[in-house]
């Protein structure tokens, strides 16, 4: 007979949220549920984007030193050389190298996709770059920053890299999103807000929200025998991104904040685990799958039209089909 208590106790923790999205919440469920790593990666290629610090570091880390072969995408030459290096070291294997373009640029992101395409197949894709800015600017291609590393960049290699991820039978593509995401409902013209209206905080969640959106989307458009979807958050995670953006939430709620590995452990483990190929485009927390709408107002009357109308926006401003 199966054990209720895990199933209970992750339920109360999930109604709590403080309590469940912090180191707590991870310390829990992890020791109750027995969790142990996913198979190892060897032979498996992973692509991610955002790994030069926090929970992308120690995704990159953690998938290394299972065995993937691992690529991953940085905007600076020297501070890629010196991740690489310690990824290298932190893991103990040798097969880890980097491509250098910022993933809010469209043009550098054709260009990534061509190297990557070239390889083979690519059994994952992780999306983690992130961008929250205190004041609006501008990707190359003249997009708000925030909207083209997360959103727009994301897509383009998704669907550049379609043809290598159904090669491998299926492909993963993991998305890390924000517990910020569950306070905004989507809405396609915010996400080019002006100057003039412009709050980073709110700019990033939308666009969170918009990721989980495009996710329904690409499961719904891909077969899932030939690639997954899914989105995942970490919690509230002890990074730079949030210590720099949000430093008075980092002050207060430091002693509950997951480390990068604990906030990483769901998107390895999706990486990884058979779980993850028998549905496409859920959205998981602590290794389970959640409901994506925590507050009434935030869900749409016409998830179907929302998913069309984002995903032929993206592929406007991409210049993509």
């Given at each position: ?18 309590l469940?999205f912090s ?19 060897a ?10 610090s ?8 953690h998938l290394?030193?299972?065995?993937a ?22 893991s103990h ?7 250098v373009?910022?993933v ?6 054709r ?7 070239q390889?083979?197949p ?9 961008a929250?800015?205190?004041t ?45 995401m569950y ?15 412009y709050?980073?905080v709110?700019t990033?969640?939308r666009?969170k ?16 025998t ?13 990074t ?13 709620a430091r ?11 769901t ?55």
């Open positions: 007979m199966t054990n209720p208590l895990p199933l209970v106790v992750d339920k109360v923790l999930e109604a709590t949220v403080g469940s180191r707590v919440g991870y310390a829990t469920r992890s020791r109750l549920e027995s969790w142990i790593d996913p198979p190892s990666l032979g498996r290629r992973v692509l991610i984007t955002g790994a030069t926090g929970i992308g570091f120690a995704a990159a880390a290394a030193s299972l065995g072969t691992l690529t991953f995408v940085a905007r600076d030459e020297a501070r890629a050389q010196t991740t690489a290096a310690a990824l290298a070291r932190r294997n040798e097969r880890i190298d980097y491509l373009g910022d809010g640029d469209l043009v550098a992101i260009r990534v996709a061509d190297i990557v395409g390889r083979g690519l059994d994952v894709l992780i999306h983690n770059a992130g929250l800015a205190a609006r600017s501008l990707s190359p291609q003249g997009f708000e920053t925030t909207t083209a590393v997360q959103l727009l960049g994301p897509f383009l290699l998704t669907q550049l890299l379609l043809p290598a991820l159904c090669g491998a039978s299926p492909g993963r593509v993991l998305t890390v999103s924000s517990g910020g306070t905004q409902r989507f809405d396609l013209p915010s996400l080019e807000e002006a100057d003039d209206h709050d980073g709110a990033y969640a666009v929200r918009a990721q989980l959106v495009l996710t329904h989307e690409w499961a719904r458009r891909v077969a899932w030939d690639t997954v979807f899914h989105a995942m958050h970490p919690g509230w995670t002890d730079p991104g949030l210590a720099s953006s949000l430093p008075r939430f980092h002050t207060a002693r509950l904040l997951r480390t990068p590995q604990q906030g990483a452990d998107l390895v483990w999706l990486s990884g685990t058979r779980d993850a190929l028998a549905t496409s485009g859920d959205f998981w927390f602590d290794r389970h799958r959640r409901y994506e709408h925590r507050i009434p107002w935030t869900r749409s009357s016409d998830p179907g039209r929302d998913q069309v109308a984002l995903w032929d926006w993206c592929v406007e401003r991409t210049k993509s089909h």
